[in-house]
């Protein structure tokens, strides 16, 4: 006896490309997938008509910096009239500029902002957030930004630490002594609350090089945490290969990375994070090397990269299209990106990405003809019932309710 059926489903079950399985259902017990197919003859508690809806796993979004106080949209207006990301950066502005309001902002606060942005993923059939620290620089707030992550509701949350984002004001010209603070100090204290899930640097020129990412990367080593990195996102430093050879879940932005870090990245198992929002609210020019990936079968991740200076982007349904329309991803590795590599970015492949017997009942469904039309349209959102751990919840409910 299973716990609840859904009948007269069109599955996706992200396994091998689409995975189609039309006129199918798919059971659940005890919060997992128990059985998917075409010819139900089973029992369960409780069933559910699809009515031809589309079920797709629950989305993944591997890549946000969702929890953050305040935004920049008057950078944004700055940027238009010619200013650039860099520009705005040195003169102040920038990441720093969040780093001043996530300090001055309560616990509460936070939580009361990044609650209110996570909506938009509940309404978009999201499972899985992966949320950074990176805007408090010292050790009080980026404890407090990974608290709040963990007290967000409605969706399963990963914690990646990224006290290497930015030089804060504090440290200026002292990124040495900002990194033993980082390694010493605010990684050691995050992990021994048991904060952290895994551990990011920004590997740039406007930030810190590969030789202070690296040593970030072995004081998470130490600690047991795996590592992911903001790599080659506005030139090639090596950023791709760096990661693989720190045997990374995930190398991301790589606009900039070489034939060779890709190389390096599919020998070492470490999924690439493409994040179109970046690229399009930057007005980037150089495109990632898609073809590389393809040839090399590195798993390509998508993700929103949801934060306040680059890319404040909240739809993973529009993230989709950007990542079709501007990098000619087709439509199946989209959302390919959103649930299976999604996953295996964050190292969650054994539990979730896929319809499939045994992985986490969390799934979403869709009033679709085709699972291509969720990268297709732009701004539309058919997502009609999203599930969780095998119980049903509205797609606009409110976190927490
Ligand atoms: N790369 C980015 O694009 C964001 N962080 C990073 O490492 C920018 C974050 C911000 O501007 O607030
Ligand atoms: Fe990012």
Not at 177 to 204: G, K, M, Q, R, T
Request: glycine residues 10%.
């Amino acid at each position: 006896m299973h716990d609840a059926v859904w009948l007269n489903a069109n599955l996706a079950t992200m396994v091998d490309g689409y995975g189609a399985i039309r006129n199918g259902a798919l059971a659940v017990t005890d919060g997992r997938i128990s059985w998917t197919g075409t010819k139900w003859t089973g029992k369960a508690r409780e069933e559910h008509d699809a009515r031809g809806a589309w079920i797709l796993p629950g989305f993944v979004d591997c890549h946000t910096h969702l929890v953050h106080a305040g935004n920049r949209a008057n950078e944004f207006e700055q940027r238009l009239k010619g200013a650039s990301y860099e520009d705005i950066a040195k003169a102040g502005g920038g990441i720093v500029s969040t780093v001043r309001a996530t300090r001055a902002a309560s616990e509460a606060d936070l939580l009361a902002q990044a609650n209110r942005r996570l909506r938009h993923w509940l309404a978009e059939g999201t499972a899985v957030v992966e949320v950074k620290s990176g805007y408090g620089l010292d050790r009080h707030t980026e404890l407090k930004m990974l608290r709040v992550a963990r007290k967000l509701q409605g969706v399963t949350v990963k914690t990646t630490f990224l006290g290497a984002h930015a030089l804060p004001e504090e440290y200026k010209g002292r990124p040495d002594a900002y990194i033993d603070f980082v390694c010493d100090e605010v990684l050691p204290a995050a992990a021994s609350e048991n904060l952290v899930d895994a551990v990011d640097v920004f590997c740039e020129r406007i930030a810190f090089t590969p030789a202070q990412t690296g040593r970030v990367f072995q004081a998470a080593k130490r600690l047991g945490l795996p590592v992911k990195l903001h790599a080659d996102q506005l030139s090639d430093l090596g950023g791709a290969a760096l990661a693989a050879k720190h045997g990374a879940l995930s190398a991301d932005h790589i606009e900039h990375s070489s034939e060779q870090g890709i190389e390096a990245m599919a020998r070492a198992g470490t999924a690439a994070v493409l994040l179109p929002g970046a690229f399009y609210f930057l007005r980037e020019t150089r495109l990632p090397p898609l073809d590389a990936l393809r040839r090399h079968k590195v798993p390509i991740a998508l993700a929103t990269d949801n934060n306040p200076g680059s890319s404040p982007l909240s739809s993973p349904l529009l993230a989709m299209n950007m990542a079709c329309t501007l990098f000619r991803m087709t439509p199946e590795e989209a959302l390919a990106g959103f649930t299976v590599n999604g996953a295996r970015a964050l190292g969650m492949h054994a539990s979730h990405g896929t319809l499939e017997r045994g992985k986490a009942a969390d799934f979403a469904l869709w009033d679709i003809e085709s699972p291509a039309e969720l990268a297709y349209a732009i701004g539309a959102n058919p997502c009609i019932g999203r599930v969780r751990g095998g119980n049903s919840a509205p797609c606009n409910s409110a976190p927490g309710t």
